[in-house]
Nanobody
Framework: QVQLVQSGGGFVQAGGSLRLSCEAS????????ISWYRQALNKRELVAAI??????NYADSVKGRFTVSRDNAKKTAYLQMNSLKPEDTGIYYC????????????????WGQGTQVTVSS
């Protein structure tokens, strides 16, 4: 069974750092683009994304503070969050747009379980 398993998150003071992980588990071959979303105030917005080739993009609100990366051998993506602000508080989800399970079997639009990030002032 294909799963996106998230870890990390927690409670930090403003200015602190957290590192989130998103591992694609199961017997799979590869994962395409991994995106990180933040849900707060009943709104889910794209925070960062990284393609299979390593190209990245970020929301303006996190540029210079967050870094998205991936380890294809481990089938894991990371979101390093530095200089955290209270407005970064929310539930963070990772998403895989395409997972290659076998050479002719593809799964699309898979989501992690989400993890809470709370930044206090």
């Amino acid at each position: 069974q294909v799963q996106l398993v998230q870890s990390g998150g927690g409670f930090v003071q403003a200015g602190g750092s957290l590192r989130l992980s998103c591992e694609a588990s199961g017997n799979i071959l590869s994962v395409n683009t991994i995106s990180w979303y933040r849900q707060a105030l009943n709104k889910r917005e794209l925070v960062a994304a990284i393609t299979s080739g390593g190209d990245t993009n970020y929301a303006d609100s996190v540029k210079g503070r967050f870094t998205v990366s991936r380890d294809n051998a481990k089938k894991t993506a990371y979101l390093q969050m530095n200089s955290l602000k209270p407005e970064d508080t929310g539930i963070y989800y990772c998403n895989a747009d395409r997972i290659l399970i076998t050479t002719d079997q593809v799964a699309v639009d898979y989501w992690g379980q989400g993890t809470q990030v709370t930044v206090s002032s």
